[in-house]
C-alpha cells in the first residue's frame, strides 16, 4: 500500500475495505443478490487522500470510517430502492441500462469544489457509478438520514441526463419548509395534469432496515447529527445533574454558566461559587454526555449544602437551547429537541 498514505490510514484500509469480512463487502454482497449484478467498489485512496487531508488535518482516524459510511450508505439505499415497488418503472429502466454492461464499477473520488455531501451519478462511458467524496473543509458531517435523503435525490434523477445538477442542496436548512410551487418541475411534467411515470417524483421511502455498525459515525459524531436529542435535568442532593446526547447543547451550558458564575468571597483565589463540571460518558471515551453543576466548597448561609436553584438551568435549556420540556416528575425534568442543532 502506497506510503503516502499515513500508517493509521494504511490500517483502517487493510481492516475495514480491504478486508473480506469487511461490511463493505457485506453490502456489496446484498445488493448483488437484490439486483443481479455485482458493483465492484474502486477507490485510489493516494488521490482521495491527497484531496481531502486538510479536512483531516486534526484527526485522520475519522477518513476511512468516513469513506466506509458513505459506501455503504450508497449501497444499503441502492438495494432498499430497488427491493421497493413504488420505484418498479425506476428498477426496470435501471435494469435495461446496466444490461448493456458486463462489468460494473462504483468509482469514489473527490468531488468539485464546494461540494458538501457526498453525491453520485451514472457514467456509462465508464460502466460505472461515481461518488463524489466532498473535499471542501467546511463540508459537514452527515447523519445517516441525511445521507439517505441526499442519495434519495440522486437516485430520483439518475437516469434523467438533463437532470439539473444539485448545487444548492448543500444550502437546505433542516426543519425548513419549501413550497410546493417553489420545487421546480422537470421537463415534460405537466401541472395540473396527468404527470409522466418517469417524471413522478416518489416520497421519501421510510427506513426498512438498521444501518449497518460500521456505517455508522463515531459516538461523539453521530449523536451530534442524529436528531432528536435528549436532554435530562435532575435536582441531586446539593447538585443539579444536566444528561444529555447532544454534547454542544452541554458544553454552552456550561461555559454560559463557568462565564457569569459569582465569585466566592470567602476564597482566597476567588473560585466560583458554583463548578459547572463536563464528564465523560461510561458508554465510550471522548464522549462528554453530563454535566455536574455544585458546590466545590461552602459559602455563607449555604454551608450546610441546601439544595441549589434549578430554575436558571430550566430557562437556559428551553429559552436558548430550544429544548421542549416531554415529562416532569419530583426533581426531574426530560426535555427533547427535534432541531438538528449546530
Request: hydrophobic content about 35%; charged content about 20%.
Amino acid at each position: 500500500m502506497s506510503r503516502e498514505l499515513p500508517l493509521k490510514v494504511r490500517v483502517d484500509i487493510r481492516d475495514q475495505w480491504d478486508s473480506s469480512k469487511s461490511s463493505v463487502n457485506g453490502s456489496v454482497a446484498a445488493l448483488t443478490k437484490v439486483l443481479g449484478h455485482t458493483i465492484t467498489p474502486q477507490i485510489d485512496w493516494p488521490i482521495l487522500w491527497t484531496s481531502v487531508k486538510e479536512r483531516y488535518s486534526d484527526d485522520n482516524t475519522t477518513f476511512v470510517p468516513t469513506v466506509v459510511r458513505y459506501a455503504i450508505a450508497w449501497y444499503e439505499r441502492l438495494s432498499d430502492r430497488l427491493d421497493n415497488d413504488v420505484y418498479a418503472d425506476w428498477t426496470e429502466s435501471l435494469l435495461n441500462i446496466l444490461s448493456e454492461h458486463t462489468q460494473l464499477a462504483l468509482r469514489i473520488q473527490p468531488g468539485e469544489k464546494g461540494m458538501n455531501r457526498p453525491t453520485t451519478r451514472w457514467e456509462p462511458n465508464l460502466s460505472a457509478f461515481l461518488l463524489y467524496f466532498p473535499t471542501t473543509t467546511t463540508a459537514q458531517s452527515s447523519s445517516h438520514s441525511s445521507l439517505d435523503s441526499g442519495f434519495d435525490r440522486d437516485f430520483e434523477n439518475l437516469l434523467n441526463a438533463d437532470a439539473p445538477k444539485d448545487e444548492e442542496w448543500a444550502e437546505v436548512v433542516v426543519g425548513k419548509t419549501v413550497p410546493a410551487e417553489a420545487v421546480p418541475t422537470p421537463a415534460g411534467a405537466v401541472h395540473g395534469g396527468s404527470v409522466p411515470a418517469a417524471y413522478t417524483v416518489q416520497p421519501a421511502a421510510s427506513v426498512s432496515r438498521l444501518p449497518v455498525v460500521d456505517a455508522l459515525a463515531r459516538p461523539r459524531e453521530l449523536f451530534a447529527t442524529a436528531s432528536p436529542h435528549n436532554l435530562i435535568v435532575e435536582e441531586r442532593n446539593g447538585s443539579i445533574v444536566v444528561q444529555g446526547s447532544h454534547e454542544p447543547s452541554l458544553e454552552l451550558l456550561a461555559s454560559y454558566l463557568s462565564k457569569w458564575g459569582k465569585s466566592n468571597p470567602n476564597d482566597s483565589t476567588k473560585r466560583p461559587i458554583l463548578k459547572a463540571e463536563l464528564r465523560e460518558s461510561e458508554f465510550c471515551f471522548g464522549v462528554m454526555d453530563t454535566l455536574v453543576i455544585e458546590r466545590p466548597m461552602t459559602f455563607g448561609r449555604q454551608s450546610s449544602g441546601g439544595p441549589l436553584n434549578p430554575v436558571l438551568v430550566y430557562a437556559f435549556v428551553e429559552g436558548v437551547l430550544g429544548y421542549r420540556m416531554v415529562d416532569i416528575s419530583a426533581g426531574q425534568r426530560s426535555y427533547v429537541s427535534t432541531t438538528l442543532l449546530r
